[in-house]
C-alpha cells in the first residue's frame, strides 16, 4: 500500500530537496500530542482539590450527575394545581419520619401552622468550599475573562487558541519544507484527531478531568476541528501543487482516491458545521456530522501507512460515548401539560426521581407520529425544573418553551389533550419519549457551600432557578448547606407567569422561612399589560387584587444587574459572621449571559475579600 501523504508509487517524479535533519512526521506529532496532552492534564491537577471538595460532599453519590434513576412511587391523591405541583416541603427526619404541608396562593410565609423544620443532625461537619483558579486569580482572570473584540471568545480563549494554532504551525514548518513536504501537515491533522472527538464527546474524559460539561468545552472542540481542516486543507493543496508542477495530477488523484474520501468527511464537517448551517439546520447538521467522522475514521488508515493508532483511539472514543449514552437512556412515558401563559409545555417523567444535580439538562426525542417521523432523530436540550430526590409528587419535569416547529408541535399536542379532556385537563396528555442524560451543570460548584446564591434567569431559563433553589433548601434541611442568602432573578414578558408559579415561590419562601434563609424572588416583566391586569395587580387583595407575599416583588422593565448584584453583596456582607463566597447563577439568552459575566467582572476586589469570593456558573446548551 503507498503511503498517504507521499505521492502514489507509480508516479514519478525527481526526488524533493532533502531538508535539515530533525523529528520525522510521526515524531513531531507524538510530541505536539504529548505536550498537548500534558496541558490537559495541568488543568485536570489544578481542579483536583474543587473535585475532592466535590464528592467529599455528605449528600453527593457515586452516580448523582451521571445517570437518572427511578423508583415506584404511589400518586399523591392532593388536587394538582393548573400549572404545576413543585413540592410545598417534605422534610425528612433523622428517624425517617416526615411532614408535609400545603401552601395556597394566600398562604403566608411566616404561618404559624407550618411544622418546624428538623435541625441539622449533631456532630454534622458543613461542607467546605475550595475557590476555582478563576475566583482566586481573579485580579488577573477579571481581564483574562472579558471578550476579545467581537471574535464570541474571551482574551483568555484567544490567547490559548493562538498557542495551539502556533504549535500547530511550529510543528508543521520545523525541519521541514512546506512546498517540498506538506506530508507533515497531513500527519499532524491526523495527530489530532482523538483530541477533537474527545473535546465534542457528550461523555468525554476531558470534561470529567477537568470537572466541565461538554457544552462548555464545545468551543474547544470546534477550535481543534478549524485547526485540523486547514492542516488537511494544506496537504490537499501541497501535493495538488506539486502534482499540478509535475503534470502527474489525473494520475495521482486516482491512485489516491481513498485519501479523497478522507478529506470529503472533513470537509464536510467543515460545511455544516459553519453557524449559520447549524443553528437553521440542526438536523442537516447533526447527521451530516455522523457520516463525515465515520468516512474519516474508516478511511484513515487504508490512507495512510502508520495513522491506524489515531484512527483505533478516535473510534475508541465515539464508540465509549455511544455505550454511556446507551446506558443513560430510558425510553419512557411523560405526561404533557398545557401552560398558556408561559408559552410552554411542561413535561413531566414521574417515575425519574434521582441522578440528576441542579442546572443539568437532558436531551428530549419524541416518539409519536403526531410530531413526525424527524422527531425520533431529532433530540432536543431542557433544563431540568425539578431536583433530584425532591421527596414530593413529582419526577423530573421538563418546560419546553414554544421555540421552534418541534416544540411548537410539542405544545399544540399538549392544548390539543387539554382542549378534549374538558374539566379534567389538568391531568395532561401521555406520549412516548425517549430520554437520554443527564448532562452539564455546575461541574464542580457546590451551590450550598456558598454563604450566598444569586441566581439570575430570563423566560424559560427558571427552571434553572427552580432546582437550584429547591436544592439548597433540601440540603439546608438535611444540615449540609451554609446557605443563608438566596435572591432570585426572574425576568419575563408577562406578569401572568409568576401568577402561574406564585404557589411554587410561596412554598420556598415557607421554607426558608423555617430555615432562616434569606430568600427574596423579583420578577421583571418587560411587555405592557392590559389595563384591567394592571388595575389587579396594583389593587389590594381585598379589592380582588392579586396577592403577593413580602418577599416577591414585580417591577415593570429589565433590571439593573449591576445595581441588584451590588445592593444583595452589601446585604450580605453585613452579616458579622465569616462568609464562604456568593455563586452567581445565570441561565437565559446569550445577551442576559453576556451581561451577567460584564456584571461579575465589574465586582470590586474589596467587596469579594469581604464575601469570601464571587463566582460566575452559567447554563448553557451545546450544539
Not at 485580579?139 to 502556533?166: D, K, N
Not at 379589592?543 to 433590571?559: A, D, S
Request: charged share 15%.
Amino acid at each position: 500500500m503507498s503511503s498517504t501523504f507521499d505521492s502514489p508509487s507509480r508516479v514519478r517524479y525527481p526526488r524533493a530537496p532533502i531538508a535539515t535533519p530533525g523529528p520525522s512526521n510521526a515524531q513531531m506529532t507524538m510530541y505536539l500530542n504529548i505536550g498537548i496532552w500534558s496541558v490537559v492534564a495541568l488543568f485536570a491537577i489544578a481542579t483536583l482539590p474543587r473535585a475532592w471538595a466535590r464528592y467529599r460532599h455528605p449528600t453527593v453519590k457515586h452516580h448523582q450527575g451521571w445517570k437518572l434513576r427511578s423508583s415506584h412511587r404511589t400518586p399523591s391523591t392532593t388536587q394538582r394545581s393548573s400549572f404545576d405541583d413543585i413540592p410545598s416541603a417534605e422534610k425528612d427526619k433523622d428517624k425517617g419520619e416526615s411532614y408535609m404541608y400545603e401552601v395556597s396562593p394566600s398562604t403566608r410565609p411566616d404561618s404559624p401552622s407550618l411544622p418546624s423544620t428538623s435541625q441539622p443532625r449533631p456532630g454534622t461537619s458543613l461542607p467546605s468550599r475550595i475557590p476555582s483558579p478563576r475566583a482566586f486569580f481573579h485580579p488577573v482572570t477579571r481581564y483574562l475573562s472579558r471578550p476579545f473584540f467581537t471574535t464570541g471568545y474571551t482574551i483568555q480563549q484567544a490567547i490559548m487558541m493562538t498557542i495551539y494554532t502556533g504549535l500547530i504551525c511550529f510543528g508543521t514548518l520545523y525541519h521541514n519544507v512546506p512546498n517540498h513536504g506538506p506530508r507533515r501537515a497531513g500527519w499532524l491533522a491526523t495527530g489530532q484527531f482523538p483530541l477533537v472527538f474527545a473535546l465534542g464527546a457528550k461523555n468525554n474524559i476531558v470534561g470529567f478531568l477537568v470537572g466541565m460539561g461538554y457544552e462548555k468545552l464545545n468551543v474547544w472542540h470546534r477550535w481543534v476541528g478549524k485547526t485540523i481542516f486547514l492542516s488537511s486543507l494544506f496537504h490537499v493543496v501541497g501535493y495538488l501543487v506539486r502534482w499540478t508542477i509535475r503534470g502527474t495530477l489525473v494520475e495521482a488523484c486516482k491512485e489516491l482516491w481513498i485519501g479523497w474520501i478522507t478529506f470529503a468527511g472533513m470537509a464536510l464537517l467543515a460545511v455544516v458545521s459553519l453557524p449559520p448551517v447549524r443553528r437553521s439546520a440542526y438536523a442537516l447538521f447533526w447527521h451530516s456530522h455522523w457520516i463525515g467522522y465515520v468516512m474519516m475514521i474508516v478511511s484513515l488508515p487504508f490512507h495512510a501507512e502508520g495513522t491506524w493508532q489515531y484512527a483505533i483511539a478516535s473510534g475508541g472514543i465515539v464508540v465509549l460515548d455511544h455505550v454511556c449514552r446507551f446506558f443513560k437512556t430510558h425510553l419512557t412515558t411523560a405526561t404533557l401539560t398545557l401552560v398558556p401563559d408561559l408559552g410552554c409545555t411542561r413535561v413531566e417523567i414521574s417515575h425519574l426521581t434521582s441522578g440528576w444535580r441542579a442546572g443539568q439538562h437532558v436531551r428530549l426525542w419524541a416518539v409519536s407520529s403526531q410530531m413526525g417521523i424527524w422527531s425520533l432523530i431529532e433530540p432536543h436540550p431542557f433544563t431540568i425544573a425539578t431536583v433530584s430526590k425532591g421527596g414530593g409528587r413529582e419526577g423530573l419535569v421538563l418546560y419546553v418553551k414554544q421555540a421552534g416547529d418541534w416544540t411548537e408541535k410539542l405544545y399544540d399536542i399538549a392544548k390539543t389533550g387539554a382542549e378534549s379532556q374538558g374539566e379534567n385537563a389538568g391531568k395532561g396528555v401521555e406520549m412516548r419519549v425517549v430520554l437520554e442524560g443527564p448532562y452539564g451543570g455546575p461541574g464542580h460548584d457546590v451551590f450550598s457551600t456558598f454563604s450566598a446564591a444569586f441566581i439570575v434567569v430570563g423566560g424559560s431559563g427558571v427552571t434553572f432557578g427552580l432546582s437550584t433553589v429547591d436544592e439548597i433548601l433540601r440540603e439546608s434541611e438535611r444540615g449540609y448547606a451554609k446557605t443563608r442568602f438566596v435572591h432570585v432573578v426572574w425576568i419575563v414578558q408577562s406578569p401572568t407567569s409568576l401568577m402561574h408559579m406564585n404557589d411554587v415561590f410561596q412554598s420556598f419562601l415557607a421554607r426558608s422561612r423555617l430555615l432562616s434563609i434569606n430568600l427574596n424572588i423579583t420578577v421583571y416583566y418587560t411587555r405592557a399589560i392590559p389595563h384591567d391586569l394592571s388595575s389587579a395587580l396594583s389593587s389590594p387583595a381585598s379589592e380582588k387584587g392579586f396577592q403577593f407575599p413580602t418577599n416577591i416583588e414585580l417591577v415593570p422593565g429589565r433590571p439593573r444587574l449591576d445595581q441588584v448584584l451590588n445592593t444583595f453583596l452589601e446585604k450580605v456582607s453585613g452579616v458579622e459572621e465569616k462568609l464562604d463566597g456568593v455563586v452567581v447563577g445565570v441561565c437565559g439568552p446569550e445577551s442576559l449571559r453576556d451581561a451577567m459575566r460584564k456584571v461579575e467582572r465589574s465586582v470590586k476586589g474589596s467587596v469579594r475579600k469581604t464575601v469570601g469570593g464571587v463566582e460566575l456558573v452559567e447554563e448553557t446548551f451545546g450544539w
